[in-house]
């Protein structure tokens, strides 16, 4: 990456009418001071409370800087983030949230950590000014993404991260509705690091989220990362069927020690022969997890892998004839 890589700021904004002023201002004071190339893109995810305009003024105020998208109803902060991806041309990419809780002084140096080599850069809130219970939720995200994806970054939830061209090109040759943006780019990212960040509580207005936006985001967390529990159905279906067998036969065992009265004349063995189709539902379930998951799999359609570099020339290769940096459907 040469030194001047140029970089784009995305930010979704949804009805944060109150914050926009501040948030510009300290947003593009920040991208001057990196001296290199940059671009503001702003993406207004369907406010209802005046955003839009003052959007669409900053856009106008600030031409050849600014850009703003609108878009015509509220689709999520994630898809949200993606539209801007889709629309932006710098060779480093950095997300914020609107609400002024990641500072934007921080940007150089995520910046920086992409110049060093690496493809995605997180950061983790220090002091975080955020309600106890989000806090708690969060460290329980965190471990659960941490264990399942081996990937040990610390706060999957903080917005204020940097990518390089190649991961965000890749994450949007995804076809998929709902998505996590953060675990998404670890898929296809080599290299990622994560640096402490300042936080700061919402300068204005409430969170946008929701309890039950909340936990919709979490599903999507889940289910963007891993299929595991369709698989775990088919676990739990063989530990019940196995224990009801060993279940059975110690009914079995006792019933020729203490004879029919203690057995209930047949009550415990029902019991048990339930058990063992009740396990064998669970097993069929997560058989048909199995082929969901592969569905599910495919109908995301994400790019397979992506090439990095192609190093010499064959047949039929003329220069400039083909990208280095291929991304197949
Ligand atoms: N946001 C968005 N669409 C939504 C919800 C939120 O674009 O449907 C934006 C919001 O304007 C802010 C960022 O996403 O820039 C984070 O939202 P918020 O600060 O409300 O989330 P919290 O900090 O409470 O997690
Ligand atoms: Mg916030």
Known sequence: ???????????????????IAALLERTMRAARALGRPWELVLVDDGSRDGSTDLLAQAARDHAGEVKALLLNRNYGQHNAILCGFGAA?????????????????????????????????????????????RKVFSGLINLMVRKSTGVTLHDYGCMLRAYRRRVVDAMLSCRERHTFIPVLANLFAKRVCEIPVGHAERAKGDSKYSVLKLVNLQFDLLTCMTTAPLRMLSWIGA???????????????????????????????LFAVAFFFIGA???ALGLMGEYIGRIHADVRERPRYIVDRVVGETLGDRPGARSTVTIPN
């Open 1 to 19: 990456m040469t030194e001047r890589a140029s970089v784009s700021i995305v930010i979704p904004v949804y009805n944060e009418r109150d914050n």
């Open 89 to 133: 041309q710098g060779d480093i990419l950095v997300t914020l949230d609107a609400d002024l809780q990641n500072p934007p002084e921080e940007i150089g140096a995520l910046v920086a950590k992409i110049d060093e080599g690496f493809d995605v850069v997180g950061s983790v809130r220090q002091d975080r000014q955020d309600a106890l219970f």
């Open 239 to 269: 530990a019940i069927s196995a224990l009801s067998i060993g279940f059975g036969a110690l009914l079995l065992a006792l019933r020729f020690v203490y004879g029919p009265e203690w057995a209930e004349h047949g009550v415990f063995t």
């Open 281 to 283: 539902q669970f097993i």
